[in-house]
């Protein structure tokens, strides 16, 4: 991926995309799907960050919370509030699942901050398959619970009924782009900010460049912090968003 | 020369795609002016309605996603 990407322009060397590259940690042979990745560390990092937030910051369950409890309540109460709002009461029986794809999220972007890290949810397998799964599992939940009503999705009864049929099949073309652009989104997004870092860092290497190229990556850094909210915040609530078309189908 | 003119294509044709880009950027801009339009006019209702604003601002970025995914396709798979 890297070596039709690099640009040679006056002696600087750019290779913005080296650091998606997934790499086995121990040794280095052809990888399996069973081989331990920089992706598979940083994954597992996620995980053991939403442990360590959830388990061991509530494990005094105290009445005055410590500060990591407080965090934990804050985004607890946050996205309960989402799920609520945006899929309505009887959305709430989900919100394990939405509140568990937010936190892995959320930390794997925040994780991928730190310098040398690896950032797993810019690989779109990562990310395809997390929505994949809503996916799938939203579209399942449909069907279970409302049947071939379900269907009514597509038919939009605001519109007249001439342009109906028309309608239902822009809606159904747009209801299978659905896990594309929920995938596409998170992973280019992280993908687009982290290698425009690597230009910018590489503009150091011209001397009378440096001050503007370190400043300059001071200001994406930031822009980046609020991107990796952002976009875990957009990806959880566009999945609240299927999960409200998916119980209530009928517009 | 014959692999040259289809690479150069495919520069050509992910640059093309990166239009796509800017045009979902103009999208997104209309979604958040508007909302900061009506969100100062009254701004009592503004906190409410962030959600409707993110779940609007991502379909409007939906299509620029489709444009860069044509262009990285085009890159690197083409």
Redesign the interface.
């Known amino acids: 991926?890297a070596d039709?990407?690099t640009s040679e322009g006056g002696g600087l060397s750019f290779h913005p995309l080296d650091q998606f590259i997934v790499k086995p940690l121990f040794g280095d042979g052809p990888i399996h799907w069973y081989t331990v990745t920089n992706s598979t560390l940083w994954l597992a990092l996620a995980v053991l960050s939403v442990v360590g937030l959830l388990v061991l910051g509530t494990r005094g369950r105290a009445i005055v919370p410590s500060r990591l409890q407080s965090v934990a309540e804050l985004v607890y109460g946050f996205i309960y509030k989402?799920v609520e709002?945006?899929s309505g009461k009887d959305g709430v029986k989900y919100f394990p699942y939405v509140f568990t794809v937010f936190l892995f999220i959320f930390f794997a972007n925040f994780l991928a901050l730190i310098p040398m890290s690896f950032s797993p949810t810019s690989q779109f397998a990562v990310t395809g398959f997390l929505a994949l799964a809503v996916f799938i599992s939203v579209t399942t939940l449909g069907l279970v619970k409302h049947g071939l009503g379900f269907l009514s999705l597509f038919w939009v009864t605001a519109a007249p009924l001439a342009v109906r049929p028309i309608l239902a099949a822009i809606e159904f073309i747009l209801y299978w782009?659905r896990p594309?652009?929920h995938s596409?989104?998170l992973a280019?997004a992280i993908l687009a900010g982290h290698a425009l870092l690597k230009v910018f860092a590489g503009f150091a290497q011209l001397a009378p460049a440096a001050p503007l190229a370190i400043l300059g990556v001071l200001a994406i850094y930031a822009l980046e912090v609020l991107v990796a909210a952002?976009q875990a915040?957009?990806f959880t609530?566009?999945t609240c968003?299927y999960l409200k078309d998916a119980l209530h189908p009928h517009h | 020369m014959e692999g040259d003119i289809s690479q150069m294509g495919q520069f050509i044709g992910a640059g093309l795609a990166a239009i796509g880009s800017g045009a979902a950027a103009i999208g997104v801009g209309h979604v958040a002016g508007n909302f900061l339009a009506g969100a100062l006019r009254n701004p009592s209702a503004a906190g409410g309605q962030t959600?409707t604003l993110?779940?609007g601002?991502?379909f409007a970025?939906?299509l620029g996603?489709?444009a860069?995914?044509v262009a990285l396709l085009l890159?690197?798979a083409v």
Do not use: P, Q
């Open positions: 991926m039709e990407a989402m709002d945006v782009v594309v652009s596409v989104r280019g952002i915040y957009v609530i566009l968003v | 959600a993110f779940i601002i991502a970025e939906a996603i489709f860069f995914l890159m690197f």
